[in-house]
């Protein structure tokens, strides 16, 4: 049996491009080396008592879990450390960290946006999490960015991707060239490629949704959600309800098995719950990569024009068929 790391993937993929620098073989190699720190701590968490709240809240107003300071930190140093960004962004963070301004000649030209641990308050119920992931080049080419950097929607992303702390740790991502998914052997210390050319089934039969929001809910969105029940042998309904939320674990079983997820607009999150630059444009990528579809009901996630940082958005995204159901019960209501 031959096994090939994420490096030697990485490389034997920049042989296509014999102009690149390795800059972006260098990036990735960093988000894997933090992928992997995360990983030991994960898995050390009840161990070495790092379980619990820090105390802190951060911008969204939601309490800190240490271990999301822990990744936070992780993923931070060493995407600094290899100097091919030059501007870095975490939901951890209320403002992004421009690199131009602290040393312009040392920035490179990525930019890169993330989630350094998703679903953190499942931490404390040992389920899985993870890291969300996404990464542009800058546009302009003066000293400092402009507002033409910050303005690129998901399409413009150069690379996405994810890392799932579960019951192996696996790190998946796409350049745009399809998807694959490397799983962490820990007695070598190295992702290995496990999952090639990922493609998410085209119908599921899961769908996956914060019911308890029922009541809030639009009504296409309701009847979406009664459809899934009904009795129905032709298309295999009931469909399944399964809901981790924690939207790493939710999604990567989807990739795997097929099915929806969503997260609507809801009375105490009239856009969503879900931040769209580092949770829902790298998980849209993965998704169209791979043949599902990612949309906020009414349009690709992918192609809004971003204002904010921070800014939500309404979430469904999966398998194609499941997702063109979705559409046509909003399109109807
Ligand atoms: P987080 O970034 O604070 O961890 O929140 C995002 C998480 C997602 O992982 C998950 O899909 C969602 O919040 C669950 O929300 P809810 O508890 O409202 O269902
Ligand atoms: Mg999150």
Redesign the pocket.
């Given at each position: 049996m031959s096994i090939q790391t994420l490096e030697q993937f990485i490389s034997e993929q920049q042989t296509q491009f014999p102009q690149a620098k390795g800059e972006f073989t260098r990036l990735l190699q960093a988000i894997s080396l933090a992928a992997k720190i995360v990983h030991r701590e994960v898995n050390k968490a009840g161990l070495a008592d790092i379980l619990g709240k820090l105390g802190n809240t951060n911008v969204?107003g939601?309490e800190q879990q240490k271990l999301d300071v822990f990744a936070d930190h992780y993923f931070m140093d060493a995407l600094e450390r290899v100097s091919e960004c030059c501007y870095l962004a975490s939901?951890e963070h209320e403002d992004g960290i421009d690199l131009t301004k602290r040393n312009k000649y040392a920035a490179g030209k990525y930019m890169v946006y993330f989630?350094p641990?998703?679903?953190?308050?499942n931490i404390d119920a040992n389920v899985s999490v993870?890291t969300i992931f996404s990464i542009y080049k800058r546009i302009s080419t003066g000293e400092e960015l402009q507002s033409v950097d910050f303005s690129q929607t998901g399409r413009e992303q150069v690379a996405a991707g994810y890392v799932i702390y579960g019951s192996s740790t696996m790190l998946v991502y796409s350049t745009g060239k399809g998807v694959n998914g490397f799983t962490l052997d820990p007695s070598i210390g190295e992702f290995c490629l496990s999952h090639p050319r990922l493609k998410i089934p085209e119908h599921g039969k899961t769908y996956s949704v914060?019911e308890s929001?029922y009541n809030q809910f639009s009504i296409a969105v309701k009847q979406y959600l009664q459809y899934c029940k009904e009795i129905d042998k032709d298309s295999n309904r009931p469909y399944s309800s399964r809901?981790i939320?924690?939207?790493?674990a939710?999604f990567h079983r989807n990739m795997i098995q097929g099915g929806i997820?969503l997260?609507p607009d809801t009375f105490q999150y009239p856009n969503g719950?879900?931040?769209l630059m580092y949770?829902c444009n790298p998980l849209a990528f993965i998704a169209e990569q791979a043949g599902g579809i990612a949309t906020t009901g009414e349009n690709p996630i992918l192609d809004i024009i971003p204002t904010k940082l921070h800014q939500r958005t309404p979430l469904i995204i999966g398998s194609k068929n499941m997702v063109e159901m979705v559409e046509k019960f909003i399109v109807e209501f």
């Amino acid at each position: 049996m031959s096994i090939q790391t994420l490096e030697q993937f990485i490389s034997e993929q920049q042989t296509q491009f014999p102009q690149a620098k390795g800059e972006f073989t260098r990036l990735l190699q960093a988000i894997s080396l933090a992928a992997k720190i995360v990983h030991r701590e994960v898995n050390k968490a009840g161990l070495a008592d790092i379980l619990g709240k820090l105390g802190n809240t951060n911008v969204q107003g939601e309490e800190q879990q240490k271990l999301d300071v822990f990744a936070d930190h992780y993923f931070m140093d060493a995407l600094e450390r290899v100097s091919e960004c030059c501007y870095l962004a975490s939901e951890e963070h209320e403002d992004g960290i421009d690199l131009t301004k602290r040393n312009k000649y040392a920035a490179g030209k990525y930019m890169v946006y993330f989630d350094p641990l998703d679903g953190s308050s499942n931490i404390d119920a040992n389920v899985s999490v993870g890291t969300i992931f996404s990464i542009y080049k800058r546009i302009s080419t003066g000293e400092e960015l402009q507002s033409v950097d910050f303005s690129q929607t998901g399409r413009e992303q150069v690379a996405a991707g994810y890392v799932i702390y579960g019951s192996s740790t696996m790190l998946v991502y796409s350049t745009g060239k399809g998807v694959n998914g490397f799983t962490l052997d820990p007695s070598i210390g190295e992702f290995c490629l496990s999952h090639p050319r990922l493609k998410i089934p085209e119908h599921g039969k899961t769908y996956s949704v914060n019911e308890s929001n029922y009541n809030q809910f639009s009504i296409a969105v309701k009847q979406y959600l009664q459809y899934c029940k009904e009795i129905d042998k032709d298309s295999n309904r009931p469909y399944s309800s399964r809901y981790i939320g924690s939207l790493v674990a939710d999604f990567h079983r989807n990739m795997i098995q097929g099915g929806i997820f969503l997260y609507p607009d809801t009375f105490q999150y009239p856009n969503g719950k879900l931040r769209l630059m580092y949770e829902c444009n790298p998980l849209a990528f993965i998704a169209e990569q791979a043949g599902g579809i990612a949309t906020t009901g009414e349009n690709p996630i992918l192609d809004i024009i971003p204002t904010k940082l921070h800014q939500r958005t309404p979430l469904i995204i999966g398998s194609k068929n499941m997702v063109e159901m979705v559409e046509k019960f909003i399109v109807e209501f």
